[in-house]
């Protein structure tokens, strides 16, 4: 597909029905592997649930899994109807007292999803671009890389700084990529607020499910 074809196809499947499926406590309850999968993944606060509604254009839908109580589940929405992939919101991540941790429960959930789940075919790996990576992202990129699942850093916010700062923490990220295995190359830079870099992230989703 060329990219203008992948880009037309982006903005077609992202405006058309997606809809909340489920949320999956722990592997019992994921739903079927009929299609393929890509996973958000991010620091509580990151701005995930902000990003997931700013990539459908709909306002309500991350919030619709929210909900107390259900922060360690996997959610799972069906875009396109016939379906044609599932985005699949992980919980955040780094909230505890001790933030350098990873929560043993969040750990014990997203590896065994990361493991098992051929269907995942890329993370959307969220990255604050204020903060740039933490000890507790560098974590969750190494158990990306073991698993072997294909991932993008995403730098949310970016409104929030200024361009030289956005520019140097691009760079340094970037090259701290270039040391994990299974990151992409392509680092992108997004703010759901300006509606910037929604439109590559869309086409790097198609790209990935293609
Ligand atoms: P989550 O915990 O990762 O789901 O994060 P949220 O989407 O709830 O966002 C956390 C906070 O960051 C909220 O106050 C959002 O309004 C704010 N936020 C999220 N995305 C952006 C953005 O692109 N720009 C700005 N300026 N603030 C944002």
């Known amino acids: 597909m060329s990219d203008e074809d992948l880009d037309l196809r982006a903005r077609k499947v992202f405006s058309g029905p997606i809809d909340f499926l489920k949320s999956a406590p722990g592997l019992r309850h994921l739903p079927g ?7 958000l993944a991010g620091r509580s606060n990151v701005g995930k649930s902000s990003l997931l509604n700013a990539l459908t254009n709909r306002n309500g839908l991350a919030r619709t899994s929210n909900t107390p109580g259900r922060t360690q589940e996997l959610n ?10 599932r985005l699949v919101d992980m919980p ?11 929560a043993r429960k969040w750990r014990l959930l ?4 990361l493991r098992g789940r051929a269907v995942l075919k890329r993370t959307l790996l969220l990255v604050d671009s204020r903060h740039g990576l933490k000890d507790v992202d560098r974590e969750v990129m190494k158990m990306l890389d073991e698993a072997a699942v294909s991932y993008h850093l995403v730098l949310t916010k970016s409104d929030k700084i200024k361009p030289t700062e956005l520019d140097a923490v691009l760079e340094r990220t970037r090259e701290e990529a270039r040391t994990h295995a299974a990151a992409h190359p ?3 830079t997004t703010s759901s607020h300006a509606g910037q870099g929604m439109q590559e992230l ?5 790209e990935a499910i293609a």
């Open 186 to 188: 392509l680092i992108l």
């Open 92 to 102: 955040g991540y780094g909230f505890a007292k001790a933030p350098k941790d990873l």
């Open 202 to 206: 869309r086409a790097a989703v198609l």
């Open 110 to 113: 997203v590896n065994d999803y």
């Open 33 to 39: 592997p009929t299609v393929p999968e890509i996973a």
């Open 76 to 85: 799972f929405f069906d875009v396109g109807r016939p379906l044609i992939f």
